[in-house]
């Protein structure tokens, strides 16, 4: 069961400074970046921009050369700015990844440190427990009951039993201990570790989010209607007499200028930023699909400890046959003492504490800062237990001294329990053992008369109730070794509490209010989870104690309907499972939070997985798609909350771009009809395209979230992007833009004025009008880039009517103030519209098939 050597001491941080410049950090290859020359060359061989260059080509031959400088002038804007957008994307992803690159613990100048993986060099010292993933190669020079699984690498789906005693036992970079622990010696790191050799030859090209998936069809769907109608305004252009070449570079440039081309990089910029925005609220994103997921999420399945409560346990409460007991002062600091009653009894008391003591993994540590602050290493119920040790006047490191571990049997998900064995000198040995009630109140376990299992197994209820958890305690003296969990001599019961954190309430009150319906699932006993619940809302009191599941009921068949339970205790890892594809069958999109390792498979299944950053293993965070760096569940609430913001963004920027260019495609059809010959030239259709879809169209995505955001039910994931009316929306504002741009060009020409940049200057201030129209808040500091686009914009816009070099390349005229004023009102008007009816169809309109609100959920 165990191998051991002489242990290590570690590397000193010199050493390790000086190892770390010779092998460089512990990382396997990452893809390259890609060159700017390529990311240029793939702007360029998107269709519309290549019908560009073309249409470039055309109009050089033509010896159009003024509209050959403004098409040229549209691609390589429209070229920078995409390249730009990659490069900052990526940037946002790369800094992501960084933050959640995972840590490891280590021997460093003699004492235990936690560091990042990329840190490791050969020769360190790694400590190694459940749940942790192997950060480098390493040969075990200590272990106990370790089991490695080492699928991802060998394909074999068995956990493989690693002895340090055995000379060829070797750790593999990647592989994730599933069970005991180990002290390692670091052997080989990144590109020299087996995994590294693996990942050197393996670079994943990204992929689309679903939501990117859905936009490019939807272009492309745009693009065959707009060259449809392009066609019309050409062949009309000719039936009217207009040249050739000028009606094939207009319909090209109405084309390019009505297709929002710019809308993929736009939506890869947003949801990047999302992320990043994620992270500056504590949230990481780890797969970049999670932000747009996170806006549809109706479930949320959480754990207790650490999530809805404090994290830190404090005993307070022992009892023993014929004694009880109190424990006082917190639970992070041994300022306190241990109160029995009756008196005789302490003897009793303190021989529990002691046997807690030894059975325990934590380490807990003197403050040596000016601050007084103690420190505690390992499971927070294990420090728990030494703190009251140290109370009631025991030396847990000296305990250890005196009664050195021989061996184990760790603790797991399924036996609930754990033992470890320990002698003194030449003394018997002696077996410590803790668990929960239920696994070592059992004859198999204990000798004991029924009569006092019955009484510990009421007092356990007892205390469960009151919301404490319940641990039972357990000893035996052995002369020879044997069997380690039975014929043990109970001592008595220990409650440890662990408060609700005071924003947990608000919290799940947040997410009721957003339309998620919040269910916890605990491994605690089931009168402890009830508490809890009641006391964060989630349960009132007045509900039944149906409203609370037991693993035990589900294994019987006794919850026909997993979704009808709010609270669930005493899970396993496969019931965790059972629960989550229960709500995602009912059509449920799922976020489940976990930290341990037997939260792994319910974190992938659900839709979305939330690890915690601080006590989470490293099993729990790789498997997520979220981590939470300060384990808050408020936290989460906040990255749907963003989640929710970078969908409406995506929808205000396509209501916005599309309308403009309905606008533009119905303004060179109907112009003819009201005696606009050729209403706009083909470098004003495309310095109208540069000036909206450019930076103002990247500005919208940076728009802050709206007021209503966490009061509306999620969208279904399976809503096209312009559901909830955001179609007519287009249609409805493209109309109100064509009307008022042509009206002002009409009244343009029956006043002898230029009505062809009259015309042009009111429809590029209409679709100004119309993205200042469309934001949530009009007055804001929340992002003022929006406003300076737009002004930008407007400037750029009048310089094309006064400045000479712009006049001759777009053939534009200068206007008097009465035109401008016309064109004013024009985006006074897109304004209204927006203001009035465009607005509102940003948000989606929710699911109509979502789950309803959580029964017994006080409200």
């Not at 916890?520 to 009191?541: E, N, S, Y």
């Not at 974190?603 to 790789?622: H, K, N, P, S, Y």
Request: hydrophobic share 50%; glycine share 10%; charged share 20%.
């Amino acid at each position: 069961m165990t191998g051991t050597a002489t242990r290590p001491t570690g590397l000193t941080a010199a050493e390790a400074a000086r190892l770390l410049a010779e092998h460089g950090p512990n990382r396997v290859g990452s893809a390259p970046r890609t060159p700017i020359r390529s990311r240029v060359a793939a702007q360029l061989r998107d269709p519309l921009v290549l019908v560009l260059l073309a249409a470039v080509v055309l109009t050089v031959v033509t010896g159009d050369h003024a509209d050959a400088i403004v098409i040229g002038l549209v691609v390589v804007v429209n070229t920078a700015v995409g390249v730009a957008q990659e490069v900052r994307a990526d940037t946002a992803v790369a800094a992501l990844s960084t933050l959640s690159a995972p840590a490891a613990r280590v021997l460093r100048d003699g004492g235990e440190r936690e560091l990042p993986s990329a840190e490791l060099v050969p020769g360190d010292v790694l400590l190694l427990s459940e749940g942790d993933i192997v950060p480098a190669d390493a040969a075990p020079v200590e272990s106990t009951a370790l089991l490695v699984d080492e699928s991802m690498l060998t394909g074999e789906s068995v956990p493989v039993e690693k002895d340090a005693a055995v000379p060829s036992a070797r750790l593999a970079a990647g592989t994730v201990v599933v069970r005991g622990r180990a002290v390692a010696v670091v052997t080989a790191t990144g590109q020299d570790s087996a995994l590294g050799r693996i990942a050197a030859s393996l670079h994943p090209r990204p992929r689309l989010t679903p939501l990117q998936q859905r936009l490019a069809g939807l272009g492309r769907v745009l693009a065959l209607v707009t060259v449809v109608l392009c066609l019309v305004v050409f062949v009309l252009g000719l039936a009217r007499g207009q040249a050739l070449e000028a009606m094939a570079v207009t319909a090209i440039s109405l084309a390019v200028a009505a297709v929002p081309e710019s809308l993929p990089a736009v939506v890869t910029l947003a949801l990047a930023i999302g992320a990043r925005r994620m992270a500056a609220r504590r949230a990481i994103v780890r797969r970049l699909p999670a932000v747009e997921t996170l806006g549809s999420v109706t479930l949320l399945a959480t754990d207790k400890t650490g999530t809805l409560t404090e994290g830190r346990m404090t005993l307070e409460r022992l009892w023993g046959p014929g004694w009880e007991a109190t424990v006082t002062g917190p639970g992070d600091r041994p300022e306190g003492e241990l109160l029995v009653e009756p008196a005789a009894g302490r003897a009793a008391a303190v021989a529990l504490l002691r046997t807690a003591a030894l059975c325990n993994d934590a380490s807990l540590r003197p403050p040596v800062a000016a601050d007084g602050r103690w420190t505690l290493l390992g499971d927070p119920t294990e420090a728990a237990l030494l703190v009251a040790a140290v109370k009631a006047g025991l030396d847990p490191a000296g305990l250890a001294r005196h009664s050195p571990r021989v061996s184990e049997e760790p603790f797991d998900s399924l036996r609930k329990r754990m033992a470890t064995v320990h002698r003194a000198g030449s003394g018997p040995l002696e077996i410590c053992l803790k668990g929960a009630p239920e696994a070592v109140l059992d004859p198999a376990v204990l000798d004991a008369s029924p009569e006092l299992l019955a009484s510990a197994s009421q007092q356990a209820a007892r205390l469960a109730a009151r919301g404490y958890r319940v641990l039972a305690v357990a000893s035996a003296l052995r002369d020879a070794p044997g069997p380690t969990e039975s014929g043990l001599r109970l001592l008595g019961l220990v409650g440890l509490a662990d408060p609700p954190k005071p924003a947990a309430a608000a919290t799940l009150a947040a997410c009721r209010r957003a339309g998620i319906t919040p269910v916890l699932i605990t491994g605690d006993h089931p009168a402890t989870a009830r508490a809890i619940a009641r006391r964060v809302g989630l349960l009132d009191h007045a509900d039944r104690a149906a409203a609370v599941a037991a693993g035990g009921d589900r294994a019987a068949g006794a919850v026909p309907d997993l979704t009808a339970v709010r609270v669930f205790a005493r899970t396993d890892p496969q019931q965790k499972l059972d629960i989550v594809r229960a709500w995602q069958a009912r059509g449920a999109v799922t976020a489940m939070t976990g930290d341990g390792v037997n939260d792994g498979p319910a974190l992938q299944q659900a839709d979305i997985g939330v690890a915690m950053g601080r006590r989470g293993t490293e099993v729990a965070r790789q498997a997520a798609d979220l981590v939470l760096a300060d384990d808050e569940l408020a936290t989460l609430v906040a990255a749907v909350e963003e989640g929710r913001r970078v969908y409406d963004n995506i929808r205000r920027f396509l209501l916005y771009a599309l309308a403009g260019g309905v606008a533009e495609i119905l303004v060179m059809l109907l112009g003819p009809l009201l005696g606009l010959a050729l209403p706009l030239r083909a470098g004003q259709i495309l310095w109208i395209n540069l000036l909206t879809h450019g930076l103002t169209g990247v500005a919208v995505g940076a728009e802050p979230v709206s007021e209503q955001a966490m009061r509306r039910p999620p969208r279904s994931p399976r809503e096209h992007v312009l559901a909830g009316g955001l179609w007519q929306g287009v249609l409805g504002l493209g109309a109100v833009v064509t009307a008022v741009s042509l009206a002002t060009a009409v009244w343009a020409r029956a006043a002898g004025a230029p009505w062809q940049s009259v015309l042009f200057l009111a429809l590029l201030a209409a679709q100004l009008g119309v993205v200042l129209g469309l934001r949530e808040r009009l007055v804001t500091s929340a992002n003022p880039f929006l406003p300076l686009a737009v002004a930008g914009s407007a400037g750029l816009a009048l310089a094309a009517l006064y400045l000479p070099v712009l006049q001759d390349v777009l053939l534009t005229e200068p206007l008097a103030l009465p035109e401008i004023g016309a064109a004013a009102l024009a985006g006074v008007v897109g304004f209204t519209a927006a203001r009035v009816g465009g607005r509102g169809r940003i948000l989606p309109a929710g699911r109509s098939d979502r789950v309803g609100p959580p029964r017994g959920a006080g409200g």
